[in-house]
């Protein structure tokens, strides 16, 4: 049989629920968060994670921090077709810079 606030945590749209204590780690406060809610969020040791603090709400909300794709030069110049490349673009002369 479900509990009430089971009920009440599906109909705010959560997919998990846990209870973890605030320990202290040097002069902060740590989780630890359970293994199964890390795999529903796709985060494991060493992912940067975003949170964001309501205090008007009196919530913690943590999101793993999404990666920038790093680029190379290749990868980007190897894009370059006659179709999408741009004509050049004459902005003119200002100042002295041809002196």
């Given amino acids: 049989m479900e509990s009430k606030e089971t009920k009440i945590n599906q109909s705010k749209g959560v997919d998990y629920m846990s209870t973890v204590t605030a ?4 002069n902060s406060l740590g989780i630890r968060i ?17 949170i964001n603090v309501s205090r008007s709400e ?6 793993p921090k999404k ?24 902005f003119g002369i200002e100042g002295r810079e041809l002196m």
């Fill in 67 to 90: 990666s920038r794709k790093e680029y190379k030069l290749e990868e980007l110049l190897a894009q370059i077709t006659p179709e999408n490349r741009h004509k050049e673009i004459d």
């Fill in 58 to 63: 009196s919530t913690i909300t943590l999101k």
């Fill in 23 to 26: 320990q202290k780690w040097g």
């Fill in 34 to 50: 359970p293994k199964e809610a890390a795999d529903r969020i796709g985060i494991d040791q060493g992912s940067e994670m975003e």
